[in-house]
């Protein structure tokens, strides 16, 4: 069985790398599956890092997303993305990266209640994640909230591998580039942020010349390096933070 199970992933990864998609798996990358998924996506064994894995596996055990997605940092941020907002006008928001979902749902029924957007979208790697985000957002509406499920979505996403998010006016991308195992990766995520924005990103960054170091088992540091589509307008040091910075950043319109 374990056989079967194992030559039937293998041939999944094949197809998807024939259709130009390899996604993070959720399951664990151990033995022949770790050497074929690094051969597809260029890495030898020893660089691979089950990113999906990893937070499927940190929610599936009732993990939270860290110490970014809540308390003084969570409040934080939040703000900014109300600020923004506001300031220009933006009607719909995109949400790569929605981890626990304190901070989506949060901004979504700030930003709903006082009738400030139409839309909010979400998408995340772990499948855990987006299951238990959903459910709370069905809980909220059920309850009287201004979320209603047409309005607020969640769904699963690898913007790492060039998955299609779609389009909003405002994107936010809260404490995802830093956790991605690779400069492909980390750079396939600033494109696809690029593809998605009509008007304004709002993206953390933990910045630092020493590419690629690891700060721990699933954070990485990464120059960070606007894509083209992108400017920045606006640079903050997160506080209570040695290197994470928020970057707010227009579309140029030259993509």
């Not at 749902?105 to 139409?118: K, N, R």
């Not at 195992?181 to 009509?198: C, F, G, K, M, N």
Request: include cysteine; charge should be positive.
């Amino acid at each position: 069985e374990i056989r079967k199970g194992r030559a039937a992933t293998i041939k999944a990864l094949e197809k998807s790398y024939a259709r130009g998609y390899v996604p993070q798996p959720v399951i664990p990358v151990v033995g022949p599956v770790k050497a074929l998924y690094g051969k597809l996506v260029g890495r030898d064994d020893a660089q691979v890092f089950d990113s999906a894995g990893y937070w499927s596996s940190r929610y599936a055990r009732g993990g939270t997303s860290g110490a970014g997605s809540s308390g003084a940092e969570a409040a934080w941020k939040i703000a900014h993305v109300l600020r923004v907002v506001k300031k220009y006008g933006l009607r719909s928001v995109l949400d790569i990266g929605i981890g626990d979902g304190h901070i989506a749902l949060t901004v979504a029924e700030s930003l709903f209640g006082g009738g400030q957007i139409d839309t909010y979208r979400g998408v995340d790697v772990a499948p855990e994640a987006v299951e238990c985000v959903q459910a709370e957002l069905l809980r909220r509406a059920g309850k009287g909230s201004a979320l209603t499920s047409s309005a607020v979505r969640f769904r699963m996403g690898d913007a790492s591998v060039g998955y299609p998010m779609g389009s909003a006016a405002a994107v936010l991308c809260f404490d995802v580039l830093f956790h991605l195992p690779s400069r492909r990766a980390h750079d396939e995520v600033l494109r696809s942020i690029a593809r998605s924005t009509q008007k304004v990103a709002i993206v953390t960054a933990l910045v630092g010349e020493d590419d690629g170091r690891r700060l721990a088992s699933h954070c990485f540091f990464r120059p960070f390096v606007p894509p083209e589509g992108l400017r920045v307008v606006e640079e903050h040091k997160v506080p209570g933070t040695q290197r994470k910075m928020l970057f707010v950043l227009e579309a140029t319109g030259e993509r």
